[in-house]
């Protein structure tokens, strides 16, 4: 079935990074834009960015210098990386697939079962 | 950047009832609108997407509607796994796309 598996929980300390990957399954990979949204516990969503099939990025302005979001199309993998790491980037991180191939942006209807990241 | 509010923050509802929940916009956003559902300790869900159209294999008892600035989904009847937080997410002013902050539906 179609899936986005994400890599397990991370811990880190102030100042460091993290990276986490996003692997797709039961669909053409390189057919989907995969966005990047993050929640701090008992928050709401907030959009990071995006990266196209052919690594083109878009981030949000917040995140502009800190993060990257690249893609393995050979293994069917995503992956943000998020520098300079405080305690206010503690959250789930999730990927997610638009709906609809070839589209840069619209609902995001398969999701990663999210990734924790604690800075402390 | 476009901000969506949501309201009720919090809404309590019968299962059975029928439940309306909006979001606001600060700018048109025409139809780039989505809903999602999140239950606790879930990833969210997609509903809705170009505000009004259902997501493959999502009951007929949700519905979306409105563009500009004013959305609403309806649950029509509600069952037991529909009490959970919704968001509405635009995608016409982007970047960045932005969320709603959640409406809680909880069972009264």
């Known amino acids: 079935q179609v899936q986005l598996v994400q890599s397990g929980a991370e811990g880190r300390r102030p100042g460091a990074s993290v990276k986490v990957s996003c692997k797709a399954s039961?669909?053409?990979?390189?057919?989907?834009?995969m966005h990047w949204v993050r929640q701090a516990p008992g928050q709401g969503l907030e959009w990071m960015g995006r990266?196209?099939?052919?690594?083109?990025?878009q981030y949000a302005q917040k995140f502009q210098g800190r993060v990257t979001m690249t893609r393995d199309t050979s293994i069917s993998t995503a992956y943000m990386e998020l520098s300079r790491l405080t305690s206010g980037d503690t959250a789930v991180y999730f990927c997610?697939?638009?709906?609809?191939?070839?589209?840069?942006?619209?609902?995001?209807?398969?999701w990663g079962q999210g990734t924790m990241v604690t800075v402390s | 950047e476009t901000v969506l509010t949501q309201s009720p923050a919090t809404l309590s509802v019968s299962p059975g009832e029928r439940a309306t929940l909006s979001c606001r916009a600060s700018?048109?956003?025409?139809?780039?609108l989505a809903w999602y559902q999140q239950r606790p300790g879930q990833a969210p869900r997609l509903l809705i997407y170009?505000?009004?159209t259902r997501a493959t294999g999502l009951p007929a008892r949700f519905s979306g509607s409105g563009s500009g600035t004013e959305f609403t989904l309806t649950i029509s009847s509600l069952q037991s796994e529909d009490f959970a937080v919704y968001y509405c997410?635009?995608?016409?002013?982007?970047?960045?796309?932005?969320f709603g902050q959640g409406t809680r539906l909880e069972i009264k």
């Open positions: 997610a697939r638009v709906w609809e191939p070839a589209t840069m942006v619209n609902g995001l209807d398969v």
């Open positions: 039961g669909y053409s990979f390189s057919d989907y834009y």
């Open positions: 990266v196209n099939p052919d690594n083109g990025t």
């Open positions: 700018q048109s956003v025409g139809s780039h």
């Open positions: 170009g505000a009004s």
């Open positions: 997410q635009q995608y016409y002013n982007w970047p960045p796309v932005t």
